[in-house]
Nanobody, 129 residues
Framework: QVQPVESGGGLVQAGDALRLVCDAS????????LGWFRRPPGKDREFVGA????????HYADSVKGRFTISRDNAKKSVYLQIDSLKAEDTAVYYC??????????????????????WGQGTQVTVTS
């Protein structure tokens, strides 16, 4: 079982960078794929990106490629979402989620929320222009 907890959100200006952190307790963290999702105001939750159990591969939504980078540190049981060149449309609640993924390369299946078993409460990111 993995319990994700997000942090690092806040009020930032367009063009700034921000790093979100997902700390996840649980014995199976290192065997889990981790995904990031976001819910913009008034919109549905959307996939941002995912990282494989060992950090060896990542998969991103087309809309964030080039600006978003996911990494992980299994020793610290943490996953990171680096967001560069923030835009107003990045304003959202950002969620971290964990799913069974030992031995699995990050792939399109991780775009679906049903891939994940455990979800954090989210952290708010607000970008002002």
């Amino acid at each position: 079982q993995v319990q994700p907890v997000e942090s690092g959100g806040g009020l930032v200006q367009a063009g700034d960078a921000l790093r979100l952190v997902c700390d996840a307790s649980g014995r199976t963290f290192s065997a889990s794929a981790l995904g990031w999702f976001r819910r913009p105001p008034g919109k549905d939750r959307e996939f941002v990106g995912a990282i494989s159990w060992d950090g060896g591969s990542t998969h991103y939504a087309d809309s964030v490629k080039g600006r978003f980078t996911i990494s992980r540190d299994n020793a610290k049981k943490s996953v990171y979402l680096q967001i560069d060149s923030l835009k107003a449309e990045d304003t959202a609640v950002y969620y971290c989620a964990a799913g069974a993924g030992y031995g699995v390369t990050a792939n399109k299946a991780m775009e679906s929320p049903i891939f994940y078993d455990y979800w954090g409460q989210g952290t708010q990111v607000t970008v002002t222009s």
